[in-house]
């Protein structure tokens, strides 16, 4: 349990940083024989709004810059959608710990989430949407969920 909390604060973290991230706006009149080159771009790439997000991140101690994570986004094939996976550091190895996938939903026009935050039973997950809002603000929606009789205890040396 320990470690999914550590997993949830390390992803909010990333999160919050990113979340400080503008996307550029245009503010302009849009005529109406002639359709808005931004709406036109979101339509052909909804994700664009997203691609800052693709790459991969290392995630340090605020207290003493020591590593603590590194966190992979990477697009699935033909950019149909985003792939997200973070690996805890301990003693300089990776130790896998959250993956998921971020979904274009044309219906509601965000990013629909589901990540498995224990990669030992698939028992708790992180589901919910992601959206930019019109000032450029990344806004997450979401909604842990536990199965009983998910416990994990670990002892460490």
Known sequence: MKRILVAVVVLSLWLECFGERSVAAESH???DRKPDASST??????????EFLIGEWDVKSEIDESPMAVQR??????????WYAV???TDGR????LEGMLVWNGVHKNLDMLFVMDLKSGRVQEQGTMSVQADGSLVRNITGVYSPGCIHRASRR
Do not use: C, K, M, T
Not at 44 to 49: I, V
Not at 73 to 81: A, D, M, Q
Not at 94 to 97: A, I, K, R, V
């Open 87 to 89: 690996a805890l550091l």
């Open 41 to 50: 771009d979101r339509e052909n790439n909804p994700f664009a709004p997203y």
């Open 73 to 82: 986004v990477r697009w699935g094939p033909n950019r149909s959608y985003i």
């Open 29 to 31: 009149v849009q005529d």
């Open 94 to 97: 990776e130790e896998p710990h």
